[in-house]
């Protein structure tokens, strides 16, 4: 850190300052060096402007003559250096506002702060005692304007009355909460239409599993509240909501299975409509959470790749066949990374040699989105020790290339355990979150580094301003916004899951498309929002909304409103995606009592389910002519399980 | 099924007796100590049928298992600093099969054992409440067969007479008061088999940690007197003589008459070695905690940035002079399941050692840049 003094300092003085107790007993301090002999001021430095509470500090002014920059620096050469803490303030006494402050920037734990002044006003500085009491010198300077970091994006800082490991909306009116848990509780930061937050504290029976390692939340069981589970080191503990939200109850696996947790998710593994749990291990083979539909959870283990080094897991529909494929980043013991195709059948396809993804680097997590807007899902693997950065372009064909060379990512140095991936500037361009930087998009496949930006944690629009925010532990960083436009989409699943995970949206405005997925589990640890963002930038108008549903139903909303949430429940009357089972066919539409169905095999296990998503026929179909007498009249789904997987067709019956 | 040589006749009745009474599975009740002669030392260990579903089916120890008394041929051992479980203390005995040995294979190199080797370690706790007694929670086995090292956990029952194979993990609490009259209360951790693999290997392949050279060139008292482990192993018959004169060998951690560095290069070998070397579970991160590589500055994190900078302060793996900055303290001192070093194997903090390493890295001269 380059260390300016004007020439004229030499001249001054050395000051030795004594102590000053309080801020109303401040010493006025003018530019040079100053000797405290120890910090013992009874009155501590606050607010705070830096970390946490200290007990005492020693207290000075200096009214500024001009308008420049200054330095107040405990690290000058000669002088032994001290573990200081400063903290910058204008205002008065009892009503300081923080300017600046410094802990570590100089060598050995000294403090160098650098602020800028305006001719006639007074600046308080106070040293506190947070690392060492002990006695320092300092010095107060003027020095050139340091040319300012590259600030692409603005995030402010607040303190919350939580440690936010999930940041998604609990009482379903639309705002993303904050959650946070222990053993014996889960407090939610409910996010009020006026403002700020409300605490509720639901007590739980002491949780078997704690979220230690991640923290994933969805409507498991369908009953419209969010369920949470909680990864591990030694299993997972699911948390059912009950039937209005307000209360949890625990529920653990029959013995307990071993699961040392990494990323856990949750996804309709068998696209069956039901929501299912999944979660890395980190020593052993993969686990599921298999939900029958009835209320019943199943451990089962294996079929999602290797025994050893899964650690972050995320589900994604990468070949856009209306499925989720799986992708798993690795670390330690076999750290080769897993792509697994989706076979639409319950089986998966490990891929990573033939699409280029068997790295032997070391990540924990994987930012997939949309970087190009060409509709399909592209992935950064982010390193999480000494590595390199993977950035793979989806060619729309099943196969990657491999695009990192020249994007700005390769010379990133940047590495954490978390990497994800939002439109932070409402640009339309996704941006890369990770490494201790924000990596925004240029909109080519080139990204710019802002390593201005707080860590990574849950993200949600936390004040429904339509710019998504992160939470820091207990500090909300909210994202200052622009003037960039937006949209944000809140699906509810009938036929699907209810949370409509697994969903793709695609939306349309006179610059292009956009597309996201519904997901539950990205990065490593945390859990974001369930409601779908964009940025649109300047466009005015977004021509359409179009869902994918996970049950293959697509539903399209034209001319949708800005700059609001919109929400969006799976209806039936709308036409189905057909890529598999195109020869399957449902008639007489509306149907009275007998609806044939042509271009199945024969006994296969067809459903039947009502517009509420409630299966109301379940059978195996021996003829082509399945009796729809009983029904009453209304819209209903025919579900078949042919050779491809699952197929869907509407009807109507009078 | 190994046996050892008996003096026949004598003890004929006595052995048919212990025979028949394993058979029908039921202890021998009221029989002294003094009865069961020390001979009669038949190790049950079949390759083709282990790992026996109970503990006392291998006929390791006389008398009440609980009492944990060896028969000759279970050799107790002990490293010279010890793993940190929970302040859980430990038996430890290794047995091999007659006619076979272990040989050298390094100072800081686990010796080559044999086929049919077992390595036994028995954990307990005294002045468990109410009580004030003591129980026996544990008893791990590392046994080789074909050439590779296995697991097997034997959980002991409440009564303290048999312990049952169960390699699927499960948790039991303890409350005990120790020496210095502190009562703690944990939720004892007893560790899958997949647990003991994440620490017990060697790329793939399952390995011990504790019978290296350096860990056992040390004086212990037998029941027959104070021997170097070493030259006991090789009276025993368990170890091939001709082994090196000088062995680089570890201090015990809490021996104050010790250097600092070294107390806590002991103890960082044997609580942290196994996952950070080469080839086991975190040698993706830099550091280098064996014995034998971590006398190295660099290699013990010394002004070498965290990797996962989960803290932002702790800004070096060991910040010299300041313990309040350094990740390896930070760790150390956490129980979050996702933030304590080591991983696994502690659920509370080992507050004697963090207040050892603190003093070491405080007491380093020349901060960090």
């Given amino acids: 850190m380059k260390h300016l003094l004007l020439p004229a300092l030499a001249l001054l003085a050395v000051g030795t300052a004594r102590a000053q107790n309080t801020c109303a007993t401040a010493l006025p301090v003018g530019l040079g060096l100053h000797t405290v002999d120890a910090i013992n001021g009874t009155q501590p430095a606050s607010p705070l402007c830096i970390g946490a509470a200290a007990s005492m500090a020693e207290w000075f002014t200096f009214t500024a003559t001009v308008d420049t920059a200054m330095q ?138 704690t979220p230690s390692w991640s923290f994933a939340a969805g409507d498991l069981d369908g009953n419209g509240w969010n369920d949470m589970i909680y990864g591990g080191g030694s299993g997972a503990t699911i948390m059912f909501a009950n039937s209005d939200g307000t209360g949890f109850n625990q529920f653990n696996f029959p013995d307990n299975p071993y699961i040392f947790c990494q990323r856990t998710n949750m996804v309709d593994l068998e696209n069956d409509g039901d929501l299912d749990g999944f979660s890395c291990h980190d020593v052993d083979a993969n686990v599921a959470f298999v939900n029958d539909g009835s209320g019943n959870l199943t451990f089962t283990q294996g079929g999602y790749g290797p025994t050893c080094g899964n650690y972050g897991s995320l ?66 693997i982010g390193a999480s020790s000494s590595g390199y950065h993977k950035l793979m372009r989806n060619n729309g064909n099943s196969t990657f290339t491999n695009v990192t060379a020249g994007s700005g990512i390769d010379n990133f140095t940047g590495q954490s355990i978390e990497w994800t991936t939002h439109d932070f500037n409402n640009d339309g361009w996704l941006d890369i979150h990770g490494g201790g930087g924000m990596l925004i998009n240029n909109g080519d496949m080139t990204f710019q580094l802002d390593n201005t930006v707080p860590g990574n944690g849950p993200v949600a629009d936390l004040n429904n301003d339509g710019f998504l925010d992160i939470v820091n532990g207990s500090t909300l960083r909210l994202n200052q916004p622009n003037e960039n436009n ?49 940025g649109i930038g300047t466009d005015e108008e977004v021509l359409q909304i179009s869902i994918r549903w996970p049950s293959g139903i697509v539903q ?93 067709r509407t009807f109507s019956k009078e | 099924m190994y046996s050892p040589s008996v003096r026949p006749l004598a003890l004929f009745t006595l052995l048919a007796l212990v025979v028949l009474a394993a058979c029908t599975k039921e202890p021998l009740t009221g029989t002294p100590d ?170 793939e392949a399952s390995m011990p940690i504790g019978p290296k050279p350096q860990n056992l060139n040390s004086d212990h008292a ?87 900078p989960i803290e932002p302060s702790m800004t070096y793996i060991v910040a010299r002079g300041n313990a309040a900055r350094s990740m390896l303290h930070f760790r150390m001192s956490s129980n979050d399941e996702a933030v304590r070093m080591p991983l696994m194997g502690r659920t509370i903090v080992h507050q004697e050692a963090v207040d050892m390493i603190a003093t070491w890295i405080n007491t380093m001269p020349v901060p960090c840049n």
Wanted: charged share 20%; with cysteine; hydrophobic share 35%.
């Fill in chain 1, 72 to 209: 107040v620096t405990s690290f000058l050469s000669g002088y032994p250096t001290v573990d200081t803490r400063v903290h910058v303030y204008t205002g008065n006494c009892g009503a300081l506002t923080c300017l600046a402050a410094d802990d570590d920037t100089g060598p050995g734990y000294s403090s160098i702060c650098n602020f800028n002044v305006t001719a006639g006003t007074t600046y308080t500085i106070a040293f506190d005692n947070y690392w060492t009491a002990n006695g320092f010198t300092f010095a107060l300077v003027e020095v050139a304007p340091p040319t300012p970091p590259v600030e692409l994006i603005n995030f402010g800082s607040t303190s919350i009355a939580t440690s936010g490991l999930g940041a998604l909306d609990m009482n379903n009116d639309g705002l993303d909460d904050i959650v946070g848990v222990s053993t014996n509780a889960v407090t939610i930061l409910k996010q009020l239409a006026t403002g700020g937050f409300q605490t509720s504290t639901i007590m739980t029976t002491p949780a078997v599993n």
């Fill in chain 1, 315 to 380: 589900w994604t529909d990468w070949d856009n066949d209306g499925d989720q494929d799986l992708f798993i980043a690795k670390c330690g013991c076999d750290p080769v990374d897993q792509i697994m195709r989706n076979n639409g059948d319950g089986t998966f396809t490990e891929m990573n040699v033939a699409l280029g993804f068997a790295d032997n680097h070391q990540s924990w997590s994987s930012a997939w989105g949309d970087f190009d807007n060409d509709g399909d899902m592209d992935v950064l």
């Fill in chain 1, 486 to 534: 937006w949209m944000r989409v809140r699906l509810i699943g009938t036929v699907s899951n209810k949370s409509a995970i697994g969903a793709r949206i695609t939306i349309t405005t006179a610059s292009g498309s956009q597309i996201r997925e519904i997901r539950s589990g990205d990065g490593f640890r945390y859990m974001s929002t369930l409601y779908a963002h964009f």
């Fill in chain 1, 556 to 648: 399209v909303i034209e001319n949708p409103a800005i700059n609001t949430l919109h929400t969006i429940t799976e209806e039936l009357q709308t036409s189905v995606a057909t890529e598999r089972g195109a020869e399957v066919r449902v008639f007489p539409v509306p149907a009275t009592d007998q609806l044939t169905v042509s271009g199945i095999a024969p006994n296969s296990l067809v459903r039947v389910i009502d517009a509420a998503g409630r299966t109301v026929i379940s059978t195996t179909l021996s003829s082509s002519r399945l009796n729809v007498s009983a029904l009453t009249a209304g819209t209903y789904v025919l579900e078949a399980i042919t050779s491809e997987g699952r197929v869907v």
């Fill in chain 2, 34 to 203: 003094e009865a069961v002669a020390p001979e009669a030392d038949a190790v049950v260990f079949d390759p083709a049928l282990v790992p026996y579903p109970t503990l006392s089916t291998y006929r390791f120890f006389k008398g009440p298992m609980a009492q944990q008394r060896p028969v000759a041929s279970v050799l107790p051992y002990e490293p010279i600093t010890a793993l940190f479980t929970d302040y859980a203390h430990k038996f430890r005995f290794v047995w091999m099969p007659p006619g076979v040995q272990a040989t050298y294979n390094g100072d800081h190199d686990i010796l080559d054992m044999p086929d049919g080797a077992v390595l036994i370690k028995t954990f307990y706790y005294d002045g468990v409440q109410p009580g004030n007694t003591r129980r026996i929670i544990e008893t791990r086995l590392l046994f080789k067969r074909n050439g590779q090292w296995e697991f097997a956990d034997y959980v002991w029952n409440a009564e303290q007479t048999e312990a049952y194979l169960d390699l699927s993990g499960s948790n039991t609490p303890v409350t005990w008061t120790d020496e210095n009259g502190v009562t703690r209360s944990i939720s004892y951790r007893i560790p899958a088999e997949a647990e003991c693999q994440t620490c017990h290997k060697v790329a």
């Fill in chain 2, 222 to 308: 037998y029941s027959d007197g104070v021997k170097n482990q070493l030259v006991k192993w090789v009276e025993q018959g368990y170890l091939q003589p001709g082994y090196p004169k000088n062995i680089n060998t570890v201090v015990a951690w809490d021996d104050m008459t010790k250097p600092l560095d070294d107390r806590v290069r002991a103890y960082l070998d044997m609580n942290c070695a196994h996952c950070h070397t080469d080839l086991r579970h975190c040698s993706y991160r830099p550091m280098r905690f064996a014995w034998n590589e971590n006398a190295d500055p660099v290699n013990q994190g010394v002004c070498v940035p965290p990797d996962d």
